[in-house]
Structure formats: C-alpha cells, structure tokens
C-alpha cells in the first residue's frame, strides 16, 4: 500500500479545470524537470506533483541517493510557477506497483497522467492511465540533462584528492520526519 501525505496542498479550484498528476524522484532539479512541468502543466488546469520519498528512491536509485532529502525537493517544486500542490509517496515496494499507484492517484481523479519520453516505469504509467480513465501525456526528454548524467560529471570533474560528496540524508529525512511545508509558489 502506499500513502500520500501533501507538502502543499493545492487551493480549491472550479472542477471544470482539468487536473495532471506526474509522480518522480525530482532529485538535483536541472532544465530538463523544468521543461517536464512546464509541458504537464501545459495539458490541464492545475498540476499535482508526487514525490518519491526517500527510501523508495534509494531503493530505486541506488543507496547513494536521493542527494537532496524529501522535505527540500518538495519545497523546491512547490515554489514553481507550474506546480500547484505537491503530495510526497511513502509505501514498499513490494505491492504491484500499478494497482497501488491506481489506488493513490483515484482521488485525485487525473484527467492526464504525465511522464516523459523513455521513462523506465511507462507500461505501468499507461497501465495505471488507462485504470484511471485519464490521458497520458508523454513530455520529450531534453538530451543530455538527467539527474543521473549531473552526478556522473560531477563526479568524473571532481579535484584528485577532493572528498567524495556527502552521503544520502540522515535516516530521520528518510523516514518523511518532519513538519509539511507551507512553501509560497513564486508567482505566475
């Protein structure tokens, strides 16, 4: 099972406003997360954006990340222009990943469920879709620029003898510890 719990809560809007949820690590925010949201938000009225918590990022990326713990990177997607509610995603992976997504994602009734091209996860992005009765919105991919590409120079570039970066946040931060954000969106 999984569990949502919102950073910010989206203000109430008039229900003809369609609404497009994407779901992400969203870990070092570069252009190309910006230039995602832009184009999910673009495909509806409001944008509602989860977050991958920190233990299922780290079992999905690898124990080295996330590099920026839960609360910040909800913080910094709430103060974008695109986003207008942020929800973080806590739960095993151990449950069929497209029902327990369905059964996140209902009530929040998505008219568009967005991702972008060659997302490793897009059968059960489309699967998770078409359970909700909602559109997909594939977002091209912006070349050259990922989280994991960033990590990979940074590291490839580093001084000899500089010290290696941090490692991932402190398991308080893992476990989703600490108060919802009450982050202001910069303005539209």
């Known amino acids: 099972m999984l569990s949502l719990r919102w ?4 203000t109430a809007e008039p229900a003809r406003e369609a609404v497009v949820v994407a779901t992400g690590v969203f870990d070092l925010l570069h252009v190309g997360h910006l230039r995602f949201l832009q184009a999910a938000r673009a495909a509806g009225g409001r944008l509602l ?5 920190d233990l299922r ?3 999905r990326k690898g124990p080295e990340r996330p590099i920026v713990p839960l609360a910040e990177r909800c913080e910094m997607l709430a103060a974008l222009d695109p986003v207008d509610g942020v929800f973080s995603i806590s ?4 449950v069929a990943p497209a029902l327990a997504y369905v059964e996140l994602l209902r009530p929040l009734a998505p008219a568009v469920l967005a991702f972008t091209q060659d997302d490793k996860a897009e059968a059960g992005k489309r699967l998770v879709a078409d359970w909700l009765g909602c559109r997909v919105l594939v977002a091209p991919r912006v070349e050259g620029r990922s989280t994991t590409l960033l990590l990979s120079r940074l590291l490839r570039e580093r001084p000899a003898g500089a010290p290696r970066p941090l490692p991932g946040p402190a398991a308080a931060d893992r476990h989703g510890a600490g108060a919802a954000l009450g982050a202001r969106r910069l303005s539209r």
């Not at 950073?7 to 989206?10: E, L, N, R, W």
């Not at 739960?91 to 151990?94: A, E, L, T, V």
């Open 91 to 94: 739960g095993s992976f151990s």
């Open 57 to 59: 990022t780290a079992a």
């Open 49 to 53: 954006l989860g977050v991958e918590d």
């Open 7 to 10: 950073h910010q809560t989206p």
